[in-house]
């Protein structure tokens, strides 16, 4: 069976050449353009991965990330956000976030990564 | 309707001239209105197209990145007769790169850089260069500036543009591009820059620009006060610290906010000698020159020091009085 | 390029005044707290309310006692105490607490209090733009002459869907008396007031969003406390003083859209709204008559401040002594209905033309309203709006001008509930 990866971003862009790579390497993604709707499709569906912006609409990436550790401590998350800044790099991985991907970044290296995060898991 | 010419014929000429203008203005609400509805179809019309056009440059795109059984040779030669045949459809794929080159680094952006020229965009981004309106040449220059496009001789006359947002643009090429030198266009410029064009090329410098961080102290005799007073701001802000010895003859130029600059860049260089430069010189400083000499005893001194100055503050002068009331209770406190 | 990181934007004091908001203040100050912009602090004035608004915000923003030091360079109404934020996430948040003084005196006391040299007054219940303090500093450092001053568009929020501080979705208001005032703020914004900026002859920045350069404004003396119209009052002050300094100067207008705000829906509401403007716009020509017809002032002596005589202040008197006339005629059966009706229809289709004419440059720039069918509606609005919208404002402005005479120097019950002077 594949494995499926639940994206939440918020830029289009980014969303479809995610999709597209990810379909590419093998992988079901699932895509979710806010933290609400993240959320909702986390209560009904089973992951592999999550691939999560940090700054989106209505409910941010960490409240999010929070969320998932509480409720769902086995699911993996990589961030991937446009800050540079050390002090949020650092908090997200104390929540226990698996990786962290700094925009811009290069959707080959983000696949390597998401395979050994599925493969370590 | 004989009869109605008839009536017309005999209405006196304030009727007449009524007449007239109620037919005028009703033939002008009718062609706004028109045009109103037609804009609004155009527009609409524009929107869809835009979206499907945006779709089939995606796909293309992201093949082209991605999958490693695409055709490239052959689909760039089917996408540049189907879908770049229109300047809409060549503007929205070149929206839709700029978007992808923007997130992307790595072998990916230097992929995105490459379609540019093969899907020979830049040739269509020149041609604007050359003919289009001042906005489409603010666009075109920054599509250069993002990928990286180096035709410098090109971008130079814009340098000195009438528009604001042209000269803006053709800064941040030349930062953007630089590999080395980034300042070097200062030379060409004839006119003292805004606020606004400072600020622009102080983020280039620092978030834009990739090369080797260039030595301020050269522009300091420039022949423009903005670029002095900017060359001093960023010496500090580089902590381009061996430069101190050349911008403190700064300290006794003849314009207030050369010298308040100074000041400032000095204190927070930690230059311990400033204060008894500039202490004895208090009482006939200009009023922004004085917070700033406070502020650096705040920095570098003592509270004694700071004391001394305050029977020189004008009763009158409440904003001075203000920064040594701030600055007493922060002495007070630590 | 954006600029949201740059470091060397100049600093900007927002202050927002506030009586009996305690409502919705607290979801205002979270929706201020997320404007792009570097470097910012929000000062929020408690003019003496009545209700729970302090307590409120104490609760929410974990207020507790600020000592900062700060002089009173333009004379108030006593500050009972300044808080700041112990949290840090709200650490550029300042909430001062003071006697009540009215909006101008709130403001006074936040310029006296904020840190920064450009303030930015607005209305608290705003829904700002996120890039709106980055389009609106933008004159003051792209302009080889002074700038003292620099305002935006104001939009019509009734009926948009907004979520977060933002405005997700422009709707147009359901409601024809919002809808008219959509036209007639058109009218106002896209029309007038870029033709205005052109001329350098601006007299209005509205309260309801506006920049300032703050030492401008404590030189020539902060709002003025004894009207009702301090907006304009304000920037009429301050470029007459500009004008005694023979200093170059000018005021920066930017025709985005930048700020959206609740017009008033219920027409007694607006009642009050029109006959405030119309006393504020009253009292400050007063204040200047020296100003109006004078050429030392230039396109303000010679064209402004006639026109806002003229066509703002004494208009709505002119059009009911015409009425008045009207009905006089009638009584005596001396009207000669096709002249009558002929004139009728000139200024009626004059009117149509210049709304339609400012929806097209609507429609050809912004096109807010995205949506097919509204610009049907909005087109049938301009229709209608001459004879079902127009004589009640008439009527609104003339009740001003009997107030004024009467000497009623109040801003009414509806003591801001964020209704300022924004179309005029």
Known sequence: MKKKILIIE?????????????????????VAQDGRKALKILETDAFQLVITDLMLPFINGI????????????????????????????????????????????????SLRVKRTIENN | MNSLEHIVNDWPWILKLNALFIVLFLVFIIMVICSLVYLRIYKNQRERHKISYQENADEFLNNYMFNDDFDIKNEIETFKSKHLNTPLKKKITLRQILIYNENFKGESSVLIKKVFQELELDQFVFNILKKGSWYAKARAI??????????PRLVSPYLNAKHEEVREQAIYYFLKTATNNPLSFFKNLKTELTLWELVYIEDSIKYAYTGETPDFSIWLDHHLITIRIFSIKMIQQFNQFENIPKIIPFLYHENPHVRKETIRALYKLHYEALLEKVIPSFKDEEEVVKSEIIKAIQALGRIDQLKELKSLISNQDKRTELTYLQVEKNFMIN | MALLQSTSLPSISILAPAFNEEANIVENIRSLLTINYPSYEIVIINDGSKDETLNRLIKSFHL??????????????????????????????????????????????GINVCKHGIICSIDVDCVLESDALLKLIKPFLNNKKKVIASGGVIRIANSCIIEDGKVIEVKLPNKFVARAQVIEYFRAFLMGRMAWSRMDGLLLI???????????VMEAGGYNTNTVGEDMELLVR?????????????????????????????????????????????ETLWLHKAMIF????????????????FFEWLAPLIEFIGIIFFIVLLCLGQIEWLFALSFFLVSYCFGILYSVTALLF???SFQQYKKTNYIYKLIITACLEPVLYHPFILWACLKGNIDLFRGRKSWGIMNRTGLRNAAK
């Open chain 3, 238 to 282: 301050m470029r007459k003083m500009m004008r005694a300094r023979n200093e170059a100067y000018t005021v920066g207008f930017i025709p985005d859209p930048l700020c959206w705000t609740e017009v008033p829906q219920d027409w007694k509401v607006l009642h009050r709204q029109r006959n405030r403007w119309t006393r504020g716009t009253a």
């Open chain 3, 362 to 364: 609507e429609e050809y």
């Open chain 1, 63 to 110: 409240e999010l990330i929070e969320h998932i550790k509480n409720n769902i401590p086995e699911l993996p998350v990589i961030v991937l956000s446009t800050s540079k800044q050390e002090e949020i790099i650092m908090d997200a991985f104390k929540m226990g976030v698996n990786d962290f991907i700094t925009k811009p970044f290069s959707p080959n290296e983000l």
């Open chain 3, 64 to 109: 507790v006692e600020d000592d900062a030091l700060h002089y009173n360079f333009i004379p108030t109404k006593e500050i009972k105490k300044v808080y700041k934020s112990k949290s840090k996430s709200f650490k550029n948040l300042k909430i001062i607490d003071k006697e009540n003084g009215g909006k101008a005196d709130a403001l006074n006391t």
């Open chain 3, 294 to 309: 004078n050429p030392e002032y230039k396109v303000l002596g010679m064209l402004s401040t006639p026109y806002w005589l």
């Open chain 3, 206 to 216: 509205s309260g309801a969003f506006g920049m300032f350069d703050k030492n401008t």
């Open chain 1, 10 to 30: 918020d830029n289009p862009m980014i969303v479809k050449s995610l999709e597209f790579k990810l379909t590419k390497d093998g992988y079901q993604v699932v």
């Open chain 2, 142 to 151: 920054y599509v250069l500036s993002e990928l990286l496009v180096k035709e």
